[in-house]
């Protein structure tokens, strides 16, 4: 193509550019009111409040305006445009023109007198955000038969250091999440008692000192997994089963128990799907169970899904292949090596085996932001083997072991 582009979409001899140029980006707007003038681009920021926009009250043929979910909030405060006395898609300014779709784009033209204004892109863009996964891991606490508090960071390659001297009160049963996106959050468990500390991990894998005890039911025997990109939840437990849940914020808070959904158990496996959606499955109730449960990118549990593969408690799970999960291990009755993989859309698959020493109360966590691993565990000793995931979800064969051998721990990513 020759000659020149002009900045507007809809030339005023009625040909259509072939794009969009010299829009001007205006700062983040974060009131109630905006006087929108043609040719700007507009960050809208409903966080607090919705946002009414008045358009220009005269509009010459090819003038834009885009507009853009700066918070992706406009699901909560919607944005409210007026037309100013001008026709906005054919209708006079009497009408209501709302926009209420978390991380929209609006990008609107002025068309003729008649049209008026006209949308040319009005489309959310979540499903366009970008992924890393985090690089590095850690396995934490656990039991030798005497509880420790001891960790194992991993490499962005799946390997497995040495201990790192305990950091925080020595407890069996715990689990553990990323949250914030780099960092990760180590929670509940037995210190001898039923315990709801918590212990912060940085984006360098350092773990902190026990933060107060959290409003959430104390409990072992949870399971936690990361949802919406940048937080967390701790789910289920024992000590009397349960199916209550505790979110994490994405500055590592945990909130107050939201009410079970779901049937009451423990000893079961939490991982990510689909980039910012997760899912709890299998674990006890007295009785070993298969069945899942979905969470929602907002950390909404949702009720049991029926099962797929065999029952069994005592299972680990983590994240592959950047929007994928993989459940595996565990005790169907006696230790197993049982795998199943987690779809995009959180459908479970049937079961496979026979790779991996057989074991149960394992850990597992993300690495290399689309790998995972499984490791340590309870073969009938105590063991510290691994076993990497690929990203097509393809388990590995035993690396030996490096670390305490131990069971009942959990890891997370980070970094």
């Known amino acids: 193509m020759s000659g020149t582009i002009g900045d507007n979409v809809y030339r005023a001899s009625g040909v259509i550019a072939p794009a969009a140029g010299g829009i001007s980006w205006q700062s983040v707007t974060t009131g109630s009111t905006l006087t929108a003038v043609a040719g700007n681009g507009y960050p809208i920021d409903t966080t607090s409040n919705a946002c009414t926009i008045t358009l220009p009250a005269s509009a010459s043929v090819g003038d834009q305006m885009i507009f853009t979910d700066y918070a992706g909030t406009w699901g909560t405060y919607s944005i409210f445009l007026d037309p100013n006395g001008l026709n906005y898609q054919g209708k006079d300014d009497t009408y209501t023109v709302e926009y209420s779709t978390d991380d929209q784009v609006l990008h609107i033209v002025y068309i003729d007198t008649t049209e008026g204004w006209m949308p040319i892109l009005d489309q959310t863009v979540t499903d366009d955000l970008p992924y890393k996964g985090n690089q590095e891991g850690i396995f934490g606490f656990g039991t030798t038969g005497t509880t420790t508090a001891v960790s194992n960071l991993v490499s962005n390659a799946g390997v497995v250091a040495t201990d790192t001297a305990a950091v925080g009160t020595a407890r069996s049963g715990s689990a553990a999440t990323q949250y914030g996106g780099d960092k990760g959050i180590f929670g509940f468990g037995d210190d001898g008692g039923n315990s709801s500390s918590t212990n912060l991990v940085s984006n360098a894998g350092v773990v902190a000192s026990d933060q107060a005890a959290t409003t959430g039911t104390a409990r072992y025997a949870v399971s936690a997994c990361s949802y919406g990109l940048d937080k967390g939840i701790f789910g289920f437990g024992a000590g009397g089963y349960t199916g209550v849940t505790n979110l994490i914020s994405n500055a590592g808070v945990v909130v107050a128990d939201t009410a079970a959904v779901g049937t009451a158990r423990g000893y079961l496996g939490a991982c990510e799907y689909g980039t910012d959606t997760a899912i709890f499955g299998f674990g006890t109730t007295g009785s070993n169970v298969g069945m899942t449960n979905l969470v929602t990118n907002v950390g ?116």
Do not use: E, M, P, W
């Open 300 to 415: 909404v549990v949702g009720a049991d899904v029926a099962a797929v593969g065999t029952a069994r408690r005592a299972v680990a799970a983590c994240s592959y292949g950047y929007d994928k999960g993989i459940f595996g291990f565990g005790n169907d009755g006696s230790v197993c090596d049982i795998t199943n993989l987690v779809s995009n859309a959180g459908v479970v698959a049937s079961d496979v085996t026979g790779v991996g020493t057989a074991r149960g109360n394992l850990a597992a966590t993300q690495y290399h932001g689309d790998n995972g691993i499984f490791g340590f565990g309870n073969t009938g000793s105590q063991s510290n083997v691994s076993n990497l995931v690929s990203n097509a979800g393809v388990v590995a064969s035993d690396t030996a072991g490096v670390g305490t051998a131990r069971q009942l721990l959990s890891a997370c990513s980070f970094n």
